[in-house]
Antibody
Framework: EVQLVESGGGLVQPGGSLRLSCAASGFTFSSYEMHWVRQAPGKGLEWLSYISSSGSSTYYSDSVKGRFTISRDNAKNSLYLQMNSLRVEDTAVYYC??????????????WGQGTLVTVSS | DIQMTQSPSSLSASVGDRVTITCRAS??????LNWYQQKPGKAPKLLIY???SLQSGVSSRLSGSGSGTDFTLTISSLEPEDFATYYC?????????FGQGTKVEIK
């Protein structure tokens, strides 16, 4: 059974840092590109970042570029999001998601349960 | 970035009603369009990928159609478990953007 389990969320002051983790199991983690998506309270889904299966390629949304860093450790079946210079508007539930490719398209068919990050003084 | 616009933003419907949600892309995305359902406090759940392919285990009451810029999600007969928020997403290009969501509420 595929499982993605996020951890590392919590309360942090503006300007602070936090590192989120996503532990993967039930599939060959090193074969899949992985993504981070967040959802602010009462708001919609916002895509944040992606990392290729090998980790050699990354991409960020403009809202987090230069502040957040995505990484992975395929030996540990883990995905990470290092978040620096946090702002109040970064308060959200953060999800990791697996991208699956089909012959006709690609989608996030597995998501973690989410971890809440609250940025407040 | 490709912008995704859903309509309506919310709707009220009764059990048994037929419901249609539309999603429009700011440029052609071929059939790289997915639909997700999200219930309060839960992660999104994939319903339909590649515009019209039903994810395994998803009820056949749900269907998707469209290509290019205009897409629809249809629920043929609403059941109590369908009351939720629905999001479209394009995966034609990076970043894979989402629509703003459509909340389906009980009338």
């Amino acid at each position: 059974e595929v499982q993605l389990v996020e951890s590392g969320g919590g309360l942090v002051q503006p300007g602070g840092s936090l590192r989120l983790s996503c532990a993967a199991s039930g599939f060959t983690f090193s074969s899949y590109e992985m993504h981070w998506v967040r959802q602010a309270p009462g708001k919609g889904l916002e895509w944040l970042s992606y990392i290729s299966s090998s980790g050699s390629s990354t991409y960020y949304s403009d809202s987090v570029k230069g502040r957040f860093t995505i990484s992975r450790d395929n030996a540990k079946n883990s995905l990470y999001l290092q978040m620096n210079s946090l702002r109040v508007e970064d308060t959200a539930v953060y999800y990791c998601a697996r991208m699956t490719y089909y012959s006709s398209g690609k989608c996030f068919n597995y998501w973690g349960q989410g971890t809440l990050v609250t940025v407040s003084s | 970035d490709i912008q995704m616009t859903q309509s309506p933003s919310s709707l009220s419907a009764s059990v048994g009603d037929r419901v249609t949600i539309t999603c429009r892309a700011s440029q052609s995305i071929s059939s790289y369009l997915n639909w997700y359902q999200q219930k309060p406090g839960k992660a999104p759940k994939l319903l339909i990928y590649a515009a019209s392919s039903l994810q395994s285990g998803v009820s056949s009451r749900l269907s998707g159609s469209g290509s290019g810029t205009d897409f629809t999600l249809t629920i043929s007969s609403l059941e109590p478990e369908d009351f939720a928020t629905y999001y479209c997403q394009q995966t034609y290009s990076t970043p894979p953007t989402f629509g703003q969501g459509t909340k389906v509420e009980i009338k």
